[in-house]
Structures are given as C-alpha cells and as structure tokens.
C-alpha cells in the first residue's frame, strides 16, 4: 500500500500548462465541492469540464488523474496562465486536502512540500 504524502515522493504527470506555484492542495470529487476551493489553492481532481472553469480563476494550479495537451484542463489553464500537471496516476487518492504542494507544470511534476514548524494544518 502506498503512503500518500510522503515528503520524499515526486508525483509526475504530463506537463500541460507551464509555470510553478504552490499551495494547498484541495482535492474536489464532483461540483458539489466547489465552494472548499479557496484563493490560492492547487485544485485535485479526476478531469475538469467546462462546468469546472470557474475554479480556474481562483486555484493558483491544476493537477488531474486523466487528460493531455488537448484536454479541458490543459487547454483552459494555458488560458488562465497557470500551471497544470495531468495524468497523474491516483493523484486523489495519493493528494490529501491541505497538503502544502509546489506544481511544476513546465517538467509535470509536484512535490510535497515539509510543514513548517508552527503552521496551523
């Protein structure tokens, strides 16, 4: 069984939207979680459609399970300016809510970041 969260694990995917931003990660199932995705946070999800493109202006990067180059989320968050990583494998299951990431969307990777002594999770 894998250990999600592990501050030595790179995840990798397809590089589909360059640039680099961290933050919390705020994994969101259906639309009915949209409203726990706040300013600043990296958006975990299985795809996006057109439904989801509001969270593209708030979410500071993308990181889906599925999709490539021409996808929803890839097309859209080139659009938007932020980085996107797809295609990585259990990123749901592995991503827990509120896990400081640093997304690399330019070499498809995101990197777990350590907490910081003192910070409220």
């Known amino acids: 069984m894998e250990k999600p969260d592990r501050a030595d694990e790179v995840l990798t995917g397809m590089g589909a939207s360059p640039g680099n931003a961290c933050g919390p990660a705020r994994t969101v199932h259906s639309i009915d979680e949209f409203s726990?995705?706040?300013?600043?946070?990296?958006l975990v999800c299985r795809t996006t459609d057109p439904a989801?493109?509001?969270?593209?202006?708030?979410?500071?990067?993308?990181?889906t399970e599925t999709g490539g180059m021409l996808s929803h989320a890839?097309?859209?968050a080139r659009e938007?300016?932020?980085?996107?990583?797809?295609?990585v494998t259990g990123a749901l299951t592995r991503i827990r809510s509120g896990t400081v990431l640093e997304v690399n969307g330019t070499n498809g990777t995101v990197r777990p970041q350590p907490a910081h002594p003192g910070a409220t999770p």
């Open 80 to 87: 938007f300016g932020i980085p996107a990583v797809l295609g």
């Open 74 to 76: 890839a097309i859209v």
């Open 36 to 42: 726990s995705v706040k300013p600043g946070d990296i």
């Open 52 to 63: 989801w493109t509001p969270l593209f202006g708030v979410a500071a990067a993308i990181i």
